[in-house]
């Protein structure tokens, strides 16, 4: 089970650190991923981050603002979000994909086995 945490409002240009918490498993063996998705618009990979945590890749979108991050400690996955633009406002997924190769993710990818149910971000004024 994945849980988002974090979300909320904010006005432009302003920070939110989105969490991705895992309860019931680790997450040492999955690859983390971010996703949003506007209404009528499909699901967009934004952010992932490799189970060894080693590797990152952005979408062009984010790239330069947002910052993703793991501790395999707390089983928890972060997305710290800077210069937050209207644009941005959406809901917020993480999902998890299991994966035995350790410093790989794919930000393009929508093949994930678990989801969050997601948590609202809203950037305005």
């Known amino acids: 089970l994945l849980v988002e945490s974090g979300g909320g409002w904010v006005q432009p240009g302003g920070s939110l650190r989105l969490s991705c918490a895992a309860s019931g498993e680790g997450l040492d063996y999955d690859a983390i991923q971010w996703f949003r998705q506007a209404p009528g618009k499909e699901r967009e990979g934004i952010s992932c981050?490799?189970?060894?945590?080693?590797?990152?890749h952005y979408a062009d979108s984010v790239k330069g603002r947002f910052t993703i991050s793991r501790d395999n400690a707390k089983n928890t996955v972060y997305l710290q979000m800077t210069d937050l633009r209207t644009e941005n406002t959406t809901v917020y997924y993480c999902a998890a994909k299991s994966t035995f190769i350790q410093n790989l993710c794919d930000v393009r990818s929508r093949n994930m086995d678990w989801w969050g149910e997601g948590g609202l971000v809203n950037v305005s004024s």
């Open positions: 981050v490799s189970a060894s945590g080693t590797n990152t």
